[in-house]
């Protein structure tokens, strides 16, 4: 296993967690808390749940970022020229398939 398939699981168990954190807040600011008891301070510290989601919210997408560059530095690029061979002005004529046969003429006349 490369390096990129281990940034490639961390990237999606990342984005994973960072979906379930989203989808359990709630965007009028009830969210989790609301369900254990509303605003009123309660001494099980419910009402900073919200702070907790909303910092592990940006901490999980901050780490998803820096995995995703850290994984482009691991794409194997290969030693492979990938080059077009019509890039060299030189190799043209060398890439075009001989498709015609010899006794037909590669001008076209033109009448006048």
């Known amino acids: 296993m490369n390096s990129f398939s281990i940034f490639l699981a961390l990237i999606i168990g990342v984005s994973f967690l ?54 482009n530095l691991t794409i194997d690029k290969g030693t492979e020229n990938t080059d077009s061979k019509l890039l060299n002005p030189n190799d043209i004529e060398s890439t075009i398939p001989e498709v015609l046969p010899d006794d037909i003429p590669l001008e076209i006349p033109v009448k006048e």
């Open 18 to 71: 960072l979906i379930l954190v989203i989808m359990v807040q709630n965007p009028k600011g009830g969210g989790l808390s609301s369900s254990f008891g509303g605003d009123s301070q309660q001494i099980g510290g419910v009402k900073k749940t919200t702070d907790f989601l909303d910092k592990s919210t940006w901490v999980l997408a901050s780490l998803l970022l820096i995995l995703i560059l850290l994984s």
